[in-house]
């Protein structure tokens, strides 16, 4: 799994700070998945190997695509939509009586639920 590290210091000016490319080149093998799955401690059986793989490998092109593409002036998202605390507005409404509120409990003091004690001390 060769990294090649490009200490080109480029200027983000999302962030105005100095950055590094990152180059990667990764070769996906059964090595390599055999190596990351005990790691992860995941157990990969044998007959499902070869399409961990390939869908391994389909990843880091994915990647790989990506990082071809010319980002140049491009701020990053921090919401992938403009919609910002879409939620609904608090309003003031009745509530119900304690009495109402006991009713169904299963063991009541009058002004308390009672529950089983879950804390010993």
């Known amino acids: 799994m060769p990294l090649i590290v490009s200490n080109n210091h480029l200027t983000n000016q999302a962030w105005g700070l100095l950055g590094l490319a990152y180059i990667c080149i990764m070769q996906v093998d059964h ?8 790691l992860s401690k995941l157990n990969v059986a044998p007959e499902k190997m ?3 793989v390939a869908d391994m490998q389909d990843l880091v092109g994915f990647v790989e695509q990506l990082n071809a593409l010319d980002t140049t002036g491009t701020i990053p998202l921090m919401h992938m939509g403009d919609a910002v605390n879409v939620l609904r507005p608090d309003t003031v409404e009745g509530s119900i009586s304690r009495e109402k509120a006991l009713f169904n409990a299963p063991d009541t003091d009058g002004v308390f639920f009672k529950v089983p004690k879950v804390i010993n001390k």
Do not use: M, N, P, Q
């Open 50 to 52: 070869d399409k961990l």
């Open 31 to 38: 090595e390599l998945v055999t190596h990351l799955a005990h």
